[in-house]
């Protein structure tokens, strides 16, 4: 198999570095460039139509392109520690803080991204500004949903760390890379950051 990485600030390609550094498992990987927009030339385009990264090339041909599909397929493989939950009800649990990370804060989160950076003024136009500006309240807004959530409990899903927090530490960092920063009175949020920041798997 080949993992084709891109290197930060890019969030995706991070959860599945974190997600293997967790796992302690070497996947071969190729780094696509997005900056130079070698994430929308031909070569990349002909493993993901999407002109996204990551994507997981298998041996037999078949190409994984989203990151937590890749994170689960490797779970099957490498299934120790588990980190999508255990047991029915806590595979739910993760699953449903994951989905709750993806859809109530990384997706306000890239609408900023995407209509108010001077980056991705070069790919997405028109930019609607104001409709970006408007989505950072939001942000924010689901940020201190995971404060109220996280007092008084050490990962997102009382159990352990799992692909839930990866995904809310990836997300985090980006926000603060797009100018979105963690509102300092969110202390249990912020406790969390830490602990999730000094696992050595975050600096993957």
Request: charged residues 25%; aromatic residues 10%; glycine residues 4%.
């Given at each position: ?173 980006f926000a603060a890379f797009v100018g979105v920063a963690m509102p300092e009175e969110m202390t249990a949020l912020k406790d969390w950051y830490e602990r999730a920041s000094a696992r050595p798997s975050a600096e993957a």
């Amino acid at each position: 198999m080949l993992f084709y990485d891109s290197p930060n600030p890019a969030p995706n390609p991070r959860r599945v570095r974190i997600y293997l550094a967790e796992k302690n498992v070497r996947v071969p990987s190729t780094t696509v460039s997005i900056t130079s927009g070698e994430h929308k030339g031909a070569d990349y385009l002909a493993v993901n139509p999407y002109g996204q990264t990551p994507s997981l090339a298998l041996d037999n041909g078949a190409v994984l392109t989203e990151s937590v599909s890749i994170c689960r397929y490797l779970e099957q493989l490498h299934p120790e520690p588990p980190l999508f939950g255990q047991g029915a009800l806590n595979v739910a649990q993760v699953d449903m803080w994951t989905r709750r990370v993806e859809l109530r804060l990384m997706t306000p989160l890239a609408m900023v991204w995407a209509h108010t950076h001077p980056f991705t003024a070069r790919v997405v136009k028109p930019q609607y500004t104001e409709f970006g500006e408007s989505q950072r309240p939001r942000v924010v807004a689901a940020m201190k949903e995971f404060d109220r959530a996280l007092q008084g409990r050490e990962w997102l899903d009382r159990e352990r760390y799992t692909i839930a927090d990866i995904v809310l530490l990836t997300t985090i960092d980006f926000a603060a890379f797009v100018g979105v920063a963690m509102p300092e009175e969110m202390t249990a949020l912020k406790d969390w950051y830490e602990r999730a920041s000094a696992r050595p798997s975050a600096e993957a």
